[in-house]
């Protein structure tokens, strides 16, 4: 059975920083690709940021390229997304996402297989 925990939401202002931290056990989790997502209210879960299984490539929604940066340790079994200069627009659920396409890695919700609980992420103005 795997299990996603996410952790390191919260409140910040406007130009501040967070680093959310996945972790992961129950599967080979260094043969998957990882992603992360976001929610707000009354919209539809978004692709954020992804990387494969080696930690070597990464993809990134337009909206965060240059403030975001996701990035893993396969021997702590954990995937991070550090986020920098959040703007309100930013404020959401966050959901880190576990697909078996761990070479190619993917955009696409239904491509991943399992998910964590999320975590909030608010940003004030």
């Known amino acids: 059975q795997v299990q996603l925990v996410e952790s390191g939401g919260g409140l910040v202002q406007a130009g501040g920083s967070l680093r959310l931290s996945c972790a992961a056990s129950?599967?080979?989790?260094?043969?998957?690709?990882m992603g992360w997502f976001r929610q707000a209210p009354g919209k539809e879960r978004e692709f954020v940021a992804a990387?494969?299984?080696?930690?070597?490539?990464?993809d990134y929604t337009d909206s965060v390229k240059g403030r975001f940066t996701i990035s893993r340790d396969n021997a702590e079994n954990t995937v991070y997304l550090q986020m920098n200069s959040l703007k309100p627009e930013d404020t959401a659920v966050y959901y880190c996402?576990?697909?078996?396409?761990?070479?190619?890695?993917?955009?696409?919700?239904?491509?991943?297989?399992?998910w964590g609980q999320g975590t909030q992420v608010t940003v004030s103005s």
């Open positions: 996402a576990m697909s078996p396409k761990g070479y190619s890695g993917s955009y696409y919700i239904h491509d991943y297989d399992y």
């Open positions: 129950g599967r080979a989790f260094s043969t998957y690709a």
């Open positions: 990387i494969r299984w080696s930690g070597g490539n990464t």
